[in-house]
Nanobody, 118 residues
Framework: VQLQASGGGLVQAGGSLRLSCAASGFIFSITTMNWHRQAPGNQRELVATITSGGSTDYADSVKGRFTISRDNAKNTVYLQMNGLKPEDTAVYYC?????????????WGRGTQVTVSS
């Protein structure tokens, strides 16, 4: 499993960024994909999930501001982030996940830094 996130950067509060994650080494179209983030001193947080069927779920902290999407033809998952806040500052990671017998395993790639200035 290889996951390469990109698109991070420095943006002012209220601005937007679009993260991309190129995936390889597994059958992307049938795999649930996720975005997580980790701010300094904090635990990693699951931000958004998209299933193979396109169903999505979001952390309460980003609902209405972030949108996860996928392009199965490109083996890529995206995270559109609008209305960014300083508290969104973190390293963002995309993951592939597999749930079996109630247990979920996440496969992690390298993250991309997002910094939101006030």
């Amino acid at each position: 499993v290889q996951l390469q996130a990109s698109g991070g950067g420095l943006v002012q509060a209220g601005g937007s960024l679009r993260l991309s994650c190129a995936a390889s080494g597994f059958i992307f179209s049938i795999t649930t994909m996720n975005w997580h983030r980790q701010a300094p001193g904090n635990q990693r947080e699951l931000v958004a999930t998209i299933t193979s069927g396109g169903s999505t779920d979001y952390a309460d902290s980003v609902k209405g501001r972030f949108t996860i999407s996928r392009d199965n033809a490109k083996n890529t998952v995206y995270l559109q982030m609008n209305g960014l806040k300083p508290e969104d500052t973190a390293v963002y990671y995309c993951t592939a996940s597999n749930t079996s017998r109630g247990a979920t395993i996440y496969y992690w790639g390298r993250g991309t830094q997002v910094t939101v200035s006030s």
